[in-house]
């Protein structure tokens, strides 16, 4: 169980310092960021790979 926290600990540390960089690169705040992964690219990215999955879908019962 330590080595579960310990390693949910590093990512959540990982991800929030490559926000933080993120948001000096293009000299916005941090929320900015997160409104902009969370709120546009996190749907966005769900958006298309369910829309992917679904076409394949499609293409599979297609060719039997």
């Known amino acids: 169980m330590n080595l579960l926290f310990k390693i949910t600990f590093d990512l959540y540390v990982y991800c929030t310092d490559f926000t933080i960089n993120i948001a000096k690169l293009f000299s916005i705040s941090y929320y900015d960021v997160n409104a ?14 369910t829309s992917i999955y679904i076409i394949q879908k499609i293409r599979l019962r297609r060719l039997k």
Request: a neutral charge; aromatic letters at 14%; hydrophobic letters at 80%.
């Open 36 to 49: 902009m992964i969370f709120c546009v690219l996190w749907p966005a990215i769900t958006i298309i790979l």
